[in-house]
């Protein structure tokens, strides 16, 4: 709960608050009369209204039918970026503010009474590797921590430790944010693992949330687009204010722009630790002992010695990083390595890197890589496995976003595939017709056999029917997901994972 006139002064501390505007009259104040209006309810939505609720007008597509509507059920002040002067005007106080997305974060954050001074919040940044990352730190520090970790990370959340809901972006809009960080501290938790995403700073999801640990895995060109980041320095730039925002930070000392994001988290006061192969000379290396294995030592005398062995359970080279990024977040909190262990072990993650097989002989990964550095190490991955075999890769690229992936795709499938079979993504308002085929411009090797069906669940059915024993099929892109964005809409659709399994016990009888 908020009154009016504490929702007016976060807004003031903060120097985002223009004007109150209520009717006719502007002013600074509220006024007397209204200054304990309690504001029960917090929405940006106006088909989440309750009485007394304080609605943020936000969003691309706001329409003003947005505020009456809400007015109409109970919404009894708004904030704003722009003054209402419509028929309802005299029935609401207006915060008008310069940003009306940090004005949320600052007033879900207080609304919500400050859920983060309850909770240790771990947060992972970087092009690829942070929803893995998220599942193998939950799983190790649930086996020390007694199951009080709770999650975001773009395919689920978990406020309790033990159920999970789908999630709808990667990090939530901060009002949600919040909420559910006090819903997770309601419920006993005391970490919060989650995502953050170039978008979250872009967006101010994560204004004024102070992390105890940020992470940064590694970075790459990728989202830039109208919709996301004009240029690749908006997209780093971004992502690069974790550094700022936490007061630990875990970086990986083989990724591009070390040192700017070193440099910027030690300006702001933070301590750097970091972690990469044993080819690097980062405080935590980690050296592949097998496919599946890999040790650690520790270089540095300022940090935790972490040492040990480790085995994981999800292929891919790129895994043991993300392991071990996961274990010095978790080396902070506890000494208990031998419990680590078990919980990295345990970890496998929907959709990312998920091998079937089955009595024929035949090989699946279905995986969520679909931009050049994780379709990169993916198939170089499975290349060094299974040199014997052909690489059939099922791919698509998302419309309307993005739009460097189309080239990076062709790229990583002229350098690695054998057969390359083309088909939808999320194609939100693009012909998938016109993607495949500036995939397949992209595609300069000869070598490489190409086919375009546009329909996804037939195009996994012809890597079957041309799949032979010893072969894999790589399905790239969606992993578990069970829609697909078409024209504004979400299209149920079967799903790579269901699909492929249900096929390999097919193909056995
Ligand atoms: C750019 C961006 O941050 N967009 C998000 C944002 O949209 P928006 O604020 O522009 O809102 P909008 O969709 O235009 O809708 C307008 C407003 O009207 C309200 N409304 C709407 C209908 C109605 O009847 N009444 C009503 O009040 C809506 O609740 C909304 O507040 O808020 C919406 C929720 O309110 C999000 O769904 C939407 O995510 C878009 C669809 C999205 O997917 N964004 C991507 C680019 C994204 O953020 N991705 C990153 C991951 C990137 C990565 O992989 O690294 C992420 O963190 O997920
Ligand atoms: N550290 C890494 N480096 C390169 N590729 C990786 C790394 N970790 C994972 N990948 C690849 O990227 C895919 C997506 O991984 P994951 O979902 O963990 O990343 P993400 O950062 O959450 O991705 P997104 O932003 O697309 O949701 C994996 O399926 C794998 O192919």
């Known amino acids: 709960m908020l009154t009016l006139n504490q929702a007016a002064n976060i807004l003031k501390q903060d120097q985002l608050l223009r004007e109150i505007v209520i009717g006719d009259d502007w002013r600074f104040e509220v006024p007397a009369n209204l200054k304990d209006r309690r504001l029960q309810f917090l929405s940006y939505d106006s088909r989440h209204i309750a009485p007394d609720t304080l609605f943020i007008c936000k969003g691309l597509h706001f329409n003003e039918k947005y505020l009456e509507d809400a007015i109409d059920k109970g919404a009894v002040a708004c904030v704003t970026e722009n003054v209402y002067t419509g028929k309802d005007q005299n029935q609401v106080v207006q915060l008008v503010v310069n940003d009306v997305q940090k004005a949320m974060a600052l007033l879900a954050r207080e609304f919500y009474n400050n859920p983060q001074r309850e909770l240790k919040v771990i947060g992972f940044t970087g092009t690829k590797g942070k929803t893995t990352s998220v599942y193998f730190t939950r799983h190790l520090m649930n086996e020390v921590f007694d199951h009080k970790v709770a999650q975001l990370s773009s395919i689920a959340e978990c406020l309790d430790g033990e159920h999970f809901e789908e999630a709808h972006l990667t990090t939530p809009e901060s009002l949600d944010l919040f909420r559910m960080m006090r819903q997770a501290a309601n419920n006993g938790m005391k970490y919060l693992i989650m995502e953050v995403s170039s978008q979250a700073y872009k967006k101010s999801r994560v204004y004024g949330l102070h992390f105890d640990i940020g992470v940064f895995l590694n970075i790459a060109a990728d989202h830039i687009s109208p919709v996301e980041h004009p240029s690749f320095e908006d997209y780093l730039y971004c992502k690069s204010q974790l550094m700022l925002n936490s007061s630990k930070v875990v970086i990986n000392r083989e990724c591009p722009y070390y040192d700017l994001l070193a ?10 630790i970091s972690f990469g192969s044993s080819q690097s000379n980062a405080d935590y290396r980690y050296v592949v002992d097998s496919p599946h294995e890999f040790h650690v030592a520790t270089f540095s005398s300022q940090q935790p010695q972490l040492t040990g062995r480790f085995k994981i359970n999800i292929p891919g080279t790129f895994n043991d990083s993300n392991a071990l990024a996961a274990l010095v977040v978790g080396r902070q909190f506890s ?3 031998a419990a680590f262990a078990k919980g990295l072990e345990k970890t496998t993650v929907p959709g990312r890197m998920e091998m079937l097989s089955n009595q024929r002989g035949l090989l699946a990964c279905v995986d969520y890589a679909h931009n050049y550095l994780s379709l990169n190490e993916s ?16 791919i698509g690229a998302a419309g309307g976003k993005a739009e460097s992936r189309r080239k990076d795709i062709g790229e990583a499938l002229a350098k690695y595939a054998d057969v390359a079979i083309l088909t939808s993504e999320d194609n939100f ?18 070598d490489v056999e190409v086919h375009i069906n546009v329909d996804r669940a037939k195009a996994i059915q012809d890597a ?28 149920p659709y079967v799903g790579d994972y269901q699909l492929t399994q249900k096929l390999m016990r097919e193909y056995d009888e």
């Open 464 to 491: 079957f029917n041309m799949a032979r024993p010893g072969d894999v099929m790589f399905m790239a892109a969606k992993g578990r997901e069970q829609f697909m964005h078409e024209k504004g809409r979400d299209i």
């Open 263 to 272: 440099q910027k988290a030690l300006a702001a006061g933070n301590q750097v």
């Open 429 to 446: 308002f693009e012909d998938p017709h016109k993607i495949d085929e500036e995939i397949k411009a992209h595609i300069d090797n000869p």
């Open 335 to 337: 000494d208990d390595t």
């Open 379 to 394: 198939f170089k991955y499975m290349k060094n496995t299974y040199p014997n075999g052909r690489l059939i890769v099922v």
